[in-house]
């Protein structure tokens, strides 16, 4: 009967696993490094999501350019002839436009250099500030304003991935 009693009354070390948890400093602890992960993953996940947009310029202005060339075999020239008009100077912006870019060319009517031309895919949304050309020349240039990818030095070529150099 008396070991009954002492093994049903609780004792001090009974009542401690009894009251088990996270003390606040364990609690701080595991914030802290959730907050650092957090800093380094964010950035880093929006960069993975950004270079997959940035593509999206890229692709257009190789179509277009391969379009652009095409419509020189056919009329030696890259503006108008007659009724026909190049596939930069299209009416319908959906040839023109692939995710967040729009392909224009400045010089697409200007009959004083039918023998050239320049595509400009200008980024909107979450790649406003990314400006990709090419040329007749196949030279390729990259223009970021107000981001925080810089323009490549020389910039000779598209930039996809911050911090890319061109070679």
Sequence with gaps: MRQALISDAPSHLNQRRLARGFTLIEVMIVVAIVAILAAVAIPSYRDYILRGQLVDGTTILSTVRADMERYYQDNRRYTSVGAFVP????????????????????????????????????????????????????????????????????NTCWVVKRGQVCN
């Design 87 to 154: 596939p930069c100077a299209s009416a319908d912006p959906r040839t023109r436009t692939q995710g967040n870019f729009v392909v224009s060319c400045p010089n697409a009517d200007l009959s004083d250099n039918p023998a050239s031309f320049k595509l400009t895919a200008t980024g909107s949304g979450a790649t406003a500030g990314f400006v990709y050309t090419i040329d007749n020349t196949d030279a390729r240039k990259t223009v970021t304003v107000g981001g925080s990818w810089p323009t490549p030095s020389p």
